[in-house]
């Protein structure tokens, strides 16, 4: 295995995990009706920005601009998930949402940003990742991919990829937007309610 197919299965592997924090969270909203709030959403908007980058990483190839989005997007999200922390920290001020094993979800949120950081500034580290690899050495091959003998074959966006990670890129992708789609039905066109009990697109469409 290169080091460039390692890089993009590791990155699968991350993107499998924000894709499984996506999956509890909205599997708390829509079972047990704990809809999100406004700190809430931008923590799952900042993972799902952070599982965009590694998208890129995956279907293109890793580069040192893809990890800088997955960076950024974590230092955003902590920030977040750490104001979250501070307002609840005190005791007797409350909580916001269960617990998952003793924590809340903005706990779970800032260490799991605070990993994202830690865990892609380790793997920047490793320069042999950001090799081009060629698709396809043989010269032959080249000429009956329709390009000039000699040079290298271009390499389209996915194919490197590998069928396990476009799978993890897709379901990744189906979270996302299904998360999306609960947000505008929860806060539609305006600002989301700090303590939101009810979906207020679906509210709209029933007051018709």
């Known amino acids: 295995m290169s080091a460039s197919s390692l ?3 590791l990155n699968a592997a991350g993107l499998l995990g924000c894709s499984l924090i996506l999956l509890v969270a909205f599997w708390f909203q829509i079972v047990l009706g704990e809809l999100p709030c406004p700190l809430c959403v931008l923590q799952r908007a900042a993972f799902t920005a952070v599982g965009l980058g590694l998208v890129l990483n995956i279907c293109d190839r890793p580069r040192p601009s893809h990890y800088a989005i ?7 999200g902590g920030a977040v998930s750490a104001r979250q922390t501070a307002l609840h920290i005190i005791p007797g001020t409350g909580t916001y949402g269960s617990d998952l094993f ?3 979800f903005y706990v779970w949120a800032l260490i799991a940003f605070t990993g994202v950081i830690v865990a892609v500034a380790i793997l920047c580290l490793w320069d042999g990742q950001f090799t081009p690899e060629a698709a396809v050495p043989s010269s032959e091959t080249a000429s009956i991919l329709g390009q000039p003998t000699g040079t290298a074959p271009t390499i389209l966006p996915g194919t490197q990829a590998g069928a396990l990670g476009l799978s993890v890129v897709l379901l990744f992708l189906v979270v996302a937007l299904a998360n999306a789609g609960s947000t505008f039905a929860e806060c539609g066109f305006g600002l989301c309610p700090d303590n939101p009990v009810n979906y207020e697109m679906f509210n709209r469409l029933i007051a018709r």
Not at 70 to 76: E, H, K, Q
């Open 102 to 104: 003793g924590f809340h």
């Open 70 to 76: 997955v960076i950024l997007s974590a230092v955003v």
């Open 7 to 9: 890089a993009r299965a």
